[in-house]
């Protein structure tokens, strides 16, 4: 049985089809099995594989590492570690390449994925269990408070070219959960 190798990218935000070149931060790789235990194998110690391949501003955003077969989750955080990618998750076979693309998020990403999650609870109610811990919904003005407080905050940081290419807008989540809704089907985690 041959090893693999996860050939490990951090991609640009604003461009992500090109290598980071944003600043000149390195980045380390977080590498977890599948079960999420840290991987220790290699050049892969308690899960940390820092990248060793420079980009156009200098800082490292690249590497290789030898791993076994199997699958991994793959995330990288770079070295000042107030910045870090999304998380992938990657299958590699015996004797293969794989190469893992990461971008790493803006604040506005994350203030934007909140703001979606928020309307998602707002949409489908206290009903939709993985909105909120069950029997505990999120009352709705809290969440109209978090939403406009994000709104606001996001009005003062960089834009984001990942959320601003949502395919997907408040409309169009409430139009499909009404349409769920008049189906009168329901998945394991909702209830009537």
């Not at 156009?56 to 870090?84: E, S, W």
């Not at 803006?106 to 934007?112: E, I, K, Q, Y």
């Not at 811990?133 to 809290?142: A, F, K, N, T």
Request: glycine share 8%; proline share 8%; hydrophobic share 40%.
């Amino acid at each position: 049985m041959g090893l693999s190798k996860l050939s490990i990218w951090v991609r640009d935000t604003a461009h992500p089809c090109l290598p980071y070149q944003s600043t000149g931060h390195s980045w380390i790789a977080i590498i977890w099995s599948c079960d999420l235990e840290p991987l220790s194998f290699g050049a892969v110690n308690n899960g940390i594989f820092p990248l060793t391949d420079k980009g156009k501003a200098r800082g490292k955003i690249h590497g290789q590492v030898d791993v076994p077969p199997g699958c991994y989750i793959v995330v990288a955080i770079a070295t000042c570690k107030n910045i870090f990618t999304d998380m992938a998750f990657v299958q590699v076979g015996c004797d293969q390449t794989v190469c893992v693309n990461l971008i790493p998020k803006r604040l506005s990403t994350c203030t934007g994925q909140l703001i979606i999650a928020l309307n998602i609870a707002a949409i489908l109610g206290s009903q939709y269990s993985p909105s909120s811990p069950p029997g505990e919904p999120i009352p709705r003005e809290v969440i109209a408070k978090a939403i406009a407080a994000l709104e606001e905050l996001r009005k003062y940081l960089p834009w984001d070219p990942v959320l601003s290419a949502f395919p997907v807008t408040r409309d169009e989540l409430e139009k499909m959960a009404q349409e769920e809704k008049k189906g009168g089907r329901k998945d394991d985690h909702q209830k009537e």
